[in-house]
């Protein structure tokens, strides 16, 4: 593939990556309601409008004149941030059914 299609594609999927997370909000994220201030992710709201913040606004500019490096670790950084997104959405604090560490015995 030759480097302007590569960076085509390359400007392509990390549009298509900074679009994922426009439905979460912070308050989302925080899920308080749900999961109560003890286990909730409140503290994590500066972080959160920040970094949605910056989706947002690298989802309107131009990528053109970026390098293919640079854009290759743009997606990089954006995927790690939808993946934790999507981590901190299921995080369920309630174990599921047989993971629980069976107290040891002594022998």
Excluded: W, Y
């Excluded at 999927?13 to 909730?40: C, F, V, Y």
């Amino acid at each position: 593939m030759d480097l302007s299609k590569e960076e085509t594609e390359a400007r392509k999927t990390l549009a298509d990556t900074l679009g994922q997370p426009n439905k979460i909000t912070s308050k989302n994220l925080a899920r308080a309601d749900e999961l109560g201030t003890a286990l909730s992710f409140q503290s994590g709201i500066p972080v959160f409008k920040r970094t949605l913040q910056l989706f947002r606004d690298l989802s309107k500019c131009t990528l053109d004149k970026l390098p293919l490096e640079t854009l290759r670790q743009l997606k990089q950084s954006a995927d790690r941030a939808v993946q934790n997104f999507n981590q901190i959405k299921e995080f369920n604090p309630v174990p599921l059914k047989g993971t629980l560490h069976k107290p040891r015995t002594s022998s």
